[in-house]
């Protein structure tokens, strides 16, 4: 309820420092084209277990009510994980994991009001995802596991500019498949070498950004 509270006074704030943007002689809208974004919160935690992730977002506007943002990450270790390697007297000296892999998405948006022009206010759109990373031991390389996760979702948000600042809220609903590819030198000890899911996926997060 706090991170919650918290999002609702930075956007009331920025919609406030919004309302004083300067126009043209005739009215015409003056804002940005372009933003880059990121979120400093998947570098504790990724989408897949065990890992985090650094992640980039570019939004170009398109047209008077669209644009379209492409995502990059990329995805190591999670830091709490190595907290515990480090300091858990209970894990085998002989196992550290070692994680890599990456993370892209794009969505198309749709911005719905009229009292306002892409990239700012409400919107709406498809995004699709792809992630995926490996796991395995650095000390014995043979032994891996590979996580892809797949899923497509229908994302709605409110962006709010102010300044070069940009503030990008959203919510979505959708469908992912997981999958994670096993393969391990004892088979005996792990007889599955497959194991997949379809399943809903629910979205929600913010992004920080600069606008030009």
């Not at 990121?38 to 990724?46: E, F």
């Not at 959203?170 to 000890?189: E, F, H, M, P, T």
Request: hydrophobic share 40%; charged share 15%.
């Amino acid at each position: 309820m706090k991170k919650i509270a918290l999002i609702g006074f930075c956007m009331c704030s920025l919609l406030a420092a919004n309302a004083q943007r300067n126009t043209g002689a005739a009215g015409a809208y003056e804002g940005p084209k372009y933003i880059i974004k990121t979120n400093p919160l998947p570098m504790l935690g990724g989408q897949i277990p065990l890992t985090n992730e650094y992640r980039l977002v570019f939004e170009m506007k398109t047209g008077a009510k669209q644009s379209v943002q492409l995502y990059g990450s990329y995805m190591g270790k999670s830091p709490f994980l190595s907290l515990i390697e480090r300091y858990s007297y209970e894990l085998d000296e002989d196992f550290r994991l070692g994680v890599s892999g990456f993370r892209a998405q794009a969505m198309y948006k749709f911005y719905l009001l009229n009292s306002s022009e892409a990239p700012e206010g409400l919107y709406i759109g498809p995004n699709v995802s792809f992630a995926t990373a490996k796991m395995r031991n650095k000390n014995y390389t043979p032994d891996y596991v590979n996580a892809y996760y797949t899923s497509g979702s229908v994302i709605g948000g409110y962006q709010v500019i102010a300044g070069h600042f940009a503030f990008d809220v959203y919510a979505g609903i959708g469908l992912k498949r997981n999958v994670y590819k096993v393969n391990l030198q004892d088979a005996s000890d792990f007889p599955i070498d497959r194991l997949g899911w379809w399943g809903p996926k629910f979205t929600f997060g913010f992004n920080l950004g600069y606008a030009w």
